[in-house]
Nanobody, 122 residues
Framework: VQLVESGGGFVQPGGSVRLSCEAS????????QGWFRQAPGKEREAVAC????????YYPWTVMGRFNISKDNAKKMVYLQMDNLRPEDTAIYYC????????????????WGQGTQVTVGS
């Protein structure tokens, strides 16, 4: 299993970024996926979790209404649409796979991507 992120970069506050994750060797229909982020000096945290049962998504309150996780099983792609970005969203963003049904934590991740940097600034 290999997860490869793309789509990071520099964006101004209020802007949007779409991250993509190519998942090879993984059946997206039978697994759970998520996106995490880690800012300098902070712990890695979940920003979007997509469960492996009914497809319900979990978002922490810090990003709820601004971030959206989706996937294309046939293309083996997972996406994170991020809108109305704020400077505090600056971090390295990681694609992750596991077996959660709703909420995900770093400890529940089975496979990590290498990460992609997102910087929000003016």
């Amino acid at each position: 299993v290999q997860l490869v992120e793309s789509g990071g970069g520099f964006v101004q506050p209020g802007g949007s970024v779409r991250l993509s994750c190519e998942a090879s060797g993984l059946n997206l229909a039978e697994s759970a996926q998520g996106w995490f982020r880690q800012a300098p000096g902070k712990e890695r945290e979940a920003v979007a979790c997509l469960g492996n049962r009914d497809g319900k998504a979990y978002y922490p309150w810090t990003v709820m209404g601004r971030f959206n996780i989706s996937k294309d099983n046939a293309k083996k792609m997972v996406y994170l649409q991020m809108d109305n970005l704020r400077p505090e969203d600056t971090a390295i963003y990681y694609c992750a796979a596991g077996a959660w049904s709703f909420f995900c934590t770093p400890g529940s991740v089975v496979r990590w991507g290498q990460g992609t940097q997102v910087t929000v600034g003016s």
